[in-house]
């Protein structure tokens, strides 16, 4: 059978039309740039962790010499009243329970982290970047502490009675370590997946912050640091978490 010419004509345009249809994908592929990754070097890297580990080191060694308020009893008209309103003896099953959600939210955000898609050298990377945030959010808070040596709810005079509390760390309540951990690395995670253009992960990032949020109030109720104290330390640890995966540098 003859094939008439504008048969012909339609018949290659259209099977030019499909090709295209098929190669475009592959072709807008191959162009894609390549996701970012994080340039980490071994020198760099320990420096890094070293200097910070070094500096909270330095806030545990020598905490006895350094500011620390020592009052007992405090004078608690001096407090805002939301602080206040949670005066009383220390809870230890609260407190216990806080010390795990911080564990959790720990792992829970390290495991999410290295299970993020990719190569294991990209992953090894990013573990490598969430570990620094976490080092400097440590480093960054204890020293915070020393600046502001706020007594502990326990060293005010409706704190629960009992002897006169002897560790220093009751003198260092602003701002609180386990919130700023906590939000620390749930904002480092967040920050991470943003840094390499990857939109997903808002459930885990939303889990991670509700066990922040839980860790952050366990601390209130176990009255081992007022509100203000846990607020100050998620705004802290939350600023840390984001902004040291957000500005460290790519290759």
């Known amino acids: 059978m003859l094939i008439l010419p504008h048969k012909l004509r339609r018949a290659t345009l259209c099977g030019f039309a499909a090709f295209l249809a098929a190669v475009q994908p592959l072709s807008a592929q191959q162009l894609a740039p390549p996701m970012p990754r994080y340039r980490v070097n071994l020198a760099p890297t320990a420096l890094s962790l070293g200097g910070t580990s070094a500096a909270w080191l330095a806030t545990q060694v020598w905490r ?19 602080d206040r309103a949670i005066l009383g003896p220390v809870r230890r099953g609260a407190s216990t329970v806080s010390d795990v959600a911080l564990g959790l939210s720990l792992a829970g955000a390290g ?22 945030t976490l080092s400097a959010t440590v480093a960054i808070t204890a020293w915070t502490k020393v600046a502001f040596h706020r007594p502990r709810p326990i ?24 919130a ?7 904002a480092a995670y967040a920050s991470i997946r943003s840094r390499h253009g990857d939109g997903g992960g808002r459930t885990a990032t939303a889990l991670l912050l509700s066990a922040a949020a839980t860790t952050a109030a366990l601390r209130v109720a176990a009255r081992q640091h007022f509100p203000t104290d846990v607020l100050a330390g998620a705004a ?9 995966p957000a500005i460290y540098p790519l290759r």
């Open 180 to 186: 700023s951990l906590a939000f620390a690395a749930a």
């Open 64 to 82: 006895e010499r350094l500011p620390h308020a020592t009052c007992y009893p405090c004078d608690a008209t001096r407090l805002p009243g939301v």
């Open 111 to 132: 495991a999410l982290v290295a299970s993020r898609s990719g190569s294991s050298e990209e992953r090894v990377a990013d573990l490598a970047v969430f570990v620094q």
């Open 155 to 178: 060293r005010y005079a409706a704190g629960g009675g009992g002897p006169a509390p002897l560790d220093s760390d009751d003198g260092l309540s602003f701002p609180s370590g386990h």
């Open 236 to 244: 802290l640890g939350g600023a840390v978490g984001w902004m040291v």
